[in-house]
């Protein structure tokens, strides 16, 4: 990893978009100067809120799996990468020591930053994304008028018992994707 190009950042919190009620992660750097919202998705919020609440689920959760096949394999998570913007889709990487070789492993940044939460492995963004990121917000806000952060919904001080009750009251029919 060449480390000029890219920024160490970490989970500053989640919040909903006004518009489309979506849950965000939003990384911030160290210097609290730049931030990178990143949309993601439902079951993915809930991963990154529990572990950022420090909420223990009676059954793993899928990024908890994650943490333990990693581990079982004799292999430690290095760090994770948001590498790519393209077409308003977010790129990253998880970079795995496995036997001290550095294997790449294609992830979708919600992914990636679940695990990293549970390993505290560090979170780095390339520099041409958060560049992208702020290319790409400007012409939103140009198109669709500024919106104020005062009707950004912050969800990150929901309280464990909420977020048990936001997930026991799933319901399949809720998700955009069917099986």
């Keep these: 990893m060449d480390r000029e190009a890219f920024i160490l950042?970490?989970?500053g919190g989640l919040t909903l978009d006004p518009m489309t009620k979506t849950p965000i992660v939003v990384?911030?750097?160290e210097s609290d100067e730049i931030t990178l919202p990143i949309w993601i998705g439902l079951l993915e919020a809930a991963s990154v809120a529990t572990q950022l609440e420090g909420v223990s689920?009676?059954?793993?959760?899928?990024?908890?799996l994650l943490k333990r096949l990693v581990e079982e394999v004799g292999a430690k998570v290095q760090r994770v990468e948001v590498t790519a913007l393209k077409e308003n889709t977010f790129y990253a990487a998880i970079k795995l020591d496995i036997n001290g070789n550095e294997t790449s492993i294609d992830s979708r940044p919600s992914?990636?930053?679940?695990?990293?939460l549970r390993?505290?492995?560090p979170i780095y963004v390339a520099k041409?994304?958060?560049?992208?990121?702020?290319?790409?917000?400007?012409?939103?806000?140009?198109a669709q008028g500024a919106e104020t952060?005062?009707?950004?919904?912050?969800?990150?001080?929901?309280?464990p018992d909420e977020w048990a009750d936001i997930l026991e009251s799933?319901?399949?029919d809720d998700f955009k994707y069917k099986m």
Excluded: G, Y
């Design 128 to 142: 041409e994304v958060i560049a992208a990121s702020a290319a790409s917000a400007n012409d939103v806000q140009e």
């Design 27 to 29: 990384l911030k750097d």
């Design 9 to 11: 950042m970490t989970v």
């Design 170 to 172: 799933l319901d399949p």
């Design 119 to 121: 390993t505290k492995s």
């Design 149 to 159: 952060a005062s009707e950004t919904q912050d969800i990150s001080d929901v309280s």
């Design 57 to 64: 689920m009676a059954r793993p959760m899928t990024h908890d």
């Design 111 to 116: 992914d990636a930053i679940s695990l990293a």
